[in-house]
């Protein structure tokens, strides 16, 4: 079982770009959650999804987060156009039965 | 005031002591209490993971537990330098905690 896993691992990008960062949940798992960690805010829930289907998206930031789940392998949270007070670490993590599997996270940086 | 509040620490202990952490929670719905561990640019990964109030015991781990005052601890028996890291408590009410609210996270720094 390779777990959870997240590309970029770290991305670097100018403020007003498009960032995407993409996820792999583990096989099986139903549901899939993208949170945000900084120092500040500690994790913090976007979105979460249930087989493909958005479930709970209260916590995206703005309309500049949008997150897709084309099919049960395959995640993507994007950011358009990007700031500078979206840098943090973004993480995916899949479940089946409640226990969440993270992933070890993308590391943004917008300057 | 935050759903689920937990002091950032850093709490450092010798090689050997126990190590005692602690979160307090708002929402007497939740009814799913976890552990998790996290080491420098990893992913959180689950410890421990408890259901309503009791204890749990997993090795050198032990979570309590107390719904009357919304009040959950980790103790780590015997700390190794490897259990150096960040612990975030975590809770959720529905089914096996699906939605989960997070504590900020207590780093512990174990020395040898």
């Known amino acids: 079982d390779a777990g959870v896993i997240q590309s970029p691992r770290h991305e670097v990008t100018e403020m007003g770009q498009e960032v995407t960062l993409r996820c792999k949940p583990i096989?099986?798992?139903?549901?899939l959650f993208w949170y945000r960690q900084t120092m500040m805010r500690g994790l913090e829930l976007l979105i979460y999804?249930?087989?493909?289907?958005?479930?709970?998206d209260s916590g995206m930031p703005e309309d500049r987060f949008s997150a897709k789940m084309p099919n049960a392998s395959f995640s993507t949270l994007k950011i358009q156009p990007s700031e500078p007070r979206d840098s943090a670490v973004y993480f995916c993590?899949?479940?089946?039965?409640?226990?969440?599997?993270f992933g070890n996270g993308t590391r943004l940086t917008v300057t | 005031q935050k759903e689920v509040e937990q002091d950032p620490g850093p709490l450092s202990v010798p090689e050997g002591a126990i190590v005692s952490l602690n979160c307090t929670y708002s929402?007497?719905?939740?009814?799913?209490f976890m552990w998790y561990r996290q080491y420098s640019r990893k992913g959180p990964e689950l410890l421990m993971y408890?259901?309503?109030?009791g204890n749990k015991e997993d090795g050198r781990f032990t979570a309590q537990v107390d719904k009357s005052s919304k009040y959950i601890s980790l103790f780590i028996r015997d700390s190794q330098p490897s259990d150096s890291a960040t612990y975030l408590c975590a809770t959720g009410g529905d089914t096996a905690g699906n939605k989960l609210t997070f504590g900020g996270g207590t780093r512990v720094l174990v020395k040898p």
């Open positions: 096989s099986g798992h139903d549901y």
């Open positions: 408890t259901y309503s109030s």
């Open positions: 993590a899949s479940s089946f039965s409640g226990l969440l599997h």
């Open positions: 999804f249930n087989n493909n289907v958005p479930i709970d």
């Open positions: 929402n007497s719905a939740f009814q799913y």
